[in-house]
């Protein structure tokens, strides 16, 4: 992020609409931060159904999707369905993010493209052992800058809370970042009327 960059025009792109590049997206644009989201739609989550979702007793995970797309689409996502990313490079103090229609420049990048990281090793993010992308609770890669979540940060671990929290801690981290100091997105009873009346219109 170069030094001009202020919380009001910081961006991110997400790499992967599943579960963990949805949170992280969630938890940026809900912030203020312009977002994209890219997403080739190969989700896992079409072939489940939870009963492992804390909080929620049973749901199909193509329903679990519809809701999470509709709640990222109401803060302000601008989520690009079907357009698949080809290359992400640093470019200055920032990225490059190509796709088959253009290329796009991000502050920051969140790589959430489940269990495929061809993508972060044509980035050269530092791999563990394993052979998965190393990172700690942060989600920030070796590259300043890029996060990893979900299913390709981990070899075997994949459930659909995880990448959420995953999600959740990259885009905290980031928002922390741009803020300059640790980030908490709390909210109360109160905010109810502020969150539907002015940040989700409809
Ligand atoms: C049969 C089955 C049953 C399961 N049951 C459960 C369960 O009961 N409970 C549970 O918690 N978990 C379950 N899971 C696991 C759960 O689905 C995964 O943990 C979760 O989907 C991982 O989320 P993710 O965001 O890391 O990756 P994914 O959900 O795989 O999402 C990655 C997304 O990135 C997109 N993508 C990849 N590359 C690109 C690119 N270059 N450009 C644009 N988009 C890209 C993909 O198309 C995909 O939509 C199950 C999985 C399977 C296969």
Do not use: C
Request: glycine fraction near 12%; charged fraction near 25%.
């Amino acid at each position: 992020m170069s030094d001009e960059t202020t919380a009001d025009d910081a961006t991110v792109i997400v790499v992967g609409g599943g579960p963990a590049g949805l949170s992280a997206a969630l938890f940026t644009a809900k912030n203020g931060l312009e977002t994209t989201v890219f997403d080739t739609d190969g989700t896992w989550m079409h072939k489940a159904h939870l009963f492992n979702y804390l909080g929620i007793g049973s749901v199909g995970g193509s329903e679990f999707m519809a809701t999470a797309r509709q709640q990222v689409d109401d803060f302000g996502v601008d989520r690009r369905q079907g357009e698949e990313v080809t290359a992400v490079s640093e470019n200055g103090d920032g990225f490059t993010v190509e796709s088959e229609d253009g290329s796009y420049e991000a502050d920051f990048v969140v790589l959430a493209t489940g269990a495929n990281r061809d993508l972060a090793e044509e980035l050269g993010v530092a791999f563990a052992e394993d052979e998965t992308v190393d990172v700690g609770v942060e989600m920030e890669t070796s590259v300043e800058g890029v996060y990893a979540t979900g299913a390709m940060v981990r070899p075997e671990e994949w459930q659909a809370a995880i990448a959420v929290g995953d999600g959740a801690a990259a885009g905290l981290n980031i928002l922390s970042n741009v803020r300059g100091e640790h980030y908490h997105d709390f909210d109360v009873p109160a905010d109810a009327e502020r969150v539907f009346g002015e940040l989700i219109s409809e």
